[in-house]
């Protein structure tokens, strides 16, 4: 049995992802975590 994951329905806490990947971006989070873990 094969379902594609396309066809799997989304769910409402998308936007919220979505906004708070924004919010992460404009802060430059990811730059942040990685400086603080580069030693590492």
């Known amino acids: 049995m ?8 989304t769910t409402a806490a998308q ?3 979505e906004r708070l990947n924004g919010i992460l971006d404009d802060a430059r989070f990811d730059g942040h975590v990685e400086a603080l873990c580069a030693p590492f």
Request: proline content about 18%; glycine content about 0%; overall charge negative.
């Open 2 to 9: 094969w379902i594609a994951a396309t066809d799997f329905p």
């Open 15 to 17: 936007p919220f992802y």
